[in-house]
Nanobody, 123 residues
Framework: QVQFVESGGGLVQPGGSLRLSCVASGFTFSDYSMSWYRQAPGKERETVAAIARAGGYTHFANSVKGRFTISRDDVKNTVYLQMSSLKPEDTAVYYC????????????????WGQGTQVTVSS
């Protein structure tokens, strides 16, 4: 059974930083590219960042480029999202999933999703 458990969200002031973690299980983590997604109230889900298998390539949405980094630990079956210089528009629930197709495709591989982790950027 595929599972994703996201954590690390919270309330942070504009300009602050957070590090999100996503622990995956139920599949061979190292065989898959991984992505972070986010969904704000009333908006569609968007792809934030992606990392290829073995971590050699990364891809970021233009809105977060230069502020967010993505990494993975294939021993811990975990993908991370380091977020800095946070803005109010980064407020959303953040999710992870494996990627179908090319690592930057944004297409989630699995139908199941975790509960997500809420990030709120506000003064």
């Amino acid at each position: 059974q595929v599972q994703f458990v996201e954590s690390g969200g919270g309330l942070v002031q504009p300009g602050g930083s957070l590090r999100l973690s996503c622990v995956a299980s139920g599949f061979t983590f190292s065989d898959y590219s991984m992505s972070w997604y986010r969904q704000a109230p009333g908006k569609e889900r968007e792809t934030v960042a992606a990392i290829a298998r073995a971590g050699g390539y990364t891809h970021f949405a233009n809105s977060v480029k230069g502020r967010f980094t993505i990494s993975r630990d294939d021993v811990k079956n975990t993908v991370y999202l380091q977020m800095s210089s946070l803005k109010p528009e980064d407020t959303a629930v953040y999710y992870c999933n494996a990627v179908r197709g090319l690592y930057y495709s944004g297409n989630p591989y699995f139908d199941s999703w975790g509960q997500g982790t809420q990030v709120t950027v506000s003064s």
